[in-house]
């Protein structure tokens, strides 16, 4: 079982249904706003992603799209990324292993691929704080795209007043500090 750093509690769950960025659903255009590095958080947005030519510097995946498996097409379209690492993180939760894994690629040179055995639908929120100012985090908004969202600082703040909201372990904040 993973060690949970951060959960959702129900009373906060409609303060993270508004998309942190705009919302696209042509990938190019996406891509023509986007910063560098990408990290991508999801397998839809992370196979539109690498579909239009342009392999996230981290891609976040799990194997489902709204809580529904996902086409064998969308798992054979991940990126053969420089690395794959394997993690376990519990339905609205955040793992220590999976915000760990997340920090880590990010600080990396190289490319990764970050399979959850669970769920990484909150892994957007650690990936913007843990992203360098100029890089962007998408990840997909049930029903209606991809969420661009281009980091910078005052992003980054507001980002961490909404993981205030998660119940946290003193540990979740030394990850994303580290």
């Given at each position: 079982?993973?060690?949970?750093?951060?959960?959702?509690?129900?009373?906060?769950?409609?303060?993270?249904?508004?998309?942190?960025?705009?919302?696209?659903t042509d990938?190019?255009?996406?891509?023509?706003?986007?910063?560098?590095?990408?990290?991508?958080?999801?397998?839809?947005?992370?196979?539109?992603?690498?579909?239009?030519?342009?392999?996230?510097?981290?891609?976040?995946?799990?194997?489902?799209?709204?809580?529904?498996?996902?086409?064998?097409?969308?798992?054979?379209?991940?990126?053969?990324?420089?690395?794959?690492?394997?993690?376990?993180?519990?339905?609205?939760?955040?793992?220590?292993?999976?915000?760990?894994?997340?920090?880590?690629?990010?600080?990396?040179?190289?490319?990764?691929?970050?399979?959850?055995?669970?769920?990484?639908?909150?892994?957007?929120?650690?990936?913007?704080?843990?992203?360098?100012?100029?890089?962007?985090?998408?990840?997909?908004?049930?029903?209606?795209?991809?969420?661009?969202?281009?980091v910078d600082?005052?992003?980054?703040?507001?980002?961490?007043?909404?993981?205030?909201?998660?119940?946290?372990?003193?540990?979740?904040?030394?990850?994303?500090?580290?």
């Open positions: 079982m993973p060690r949970t750093v951060a959960r959702l509690p129900k009373s906060a769950r409609a303060e993270f249904k508004e998309p942190l960025g705009r919302i696209y990938a190019q255009e996406l891509l023509a706003d986007a910063g560098s590095p990408i990290i991508a958080v999801g397998d839809v947005v992370t196979y539109h992603l690498e579909r239009a030519g342009a392999t996230p510097h981290v891609s976040v995946v799990d194997g489902r799209t709204e809580r529904e498996a996902v086409e064998e097409e969308i798992v054979e379209g991940f990126p053969d990324a420089d690395t794959d690492v394997h993690v376990a993180s519990d339905p609205a939760t955040l793992s220590h292993e999976l915000v760990e894994a997340l920090v880590d690629a990010i600080g990396r040179a190289e490319t990764t691929l970050l399979v959850v055995d669970g769920e990484e639908d909150l892994a957007s929120l650690p990936a913007v704080v843990a992203a360098p100012v100029g890089a962007s985090v998408v990840y997909g908004q049930p029903g209606e795209g991809m969420v661009l969202v281009n600082s005052e992003l980054k703040e507001r980002v961490r007043d909404l993981l205030g909201l998660l119940e946290t372990e003193d540990a979740f904040w030394r990850l994303l500090d580290s």
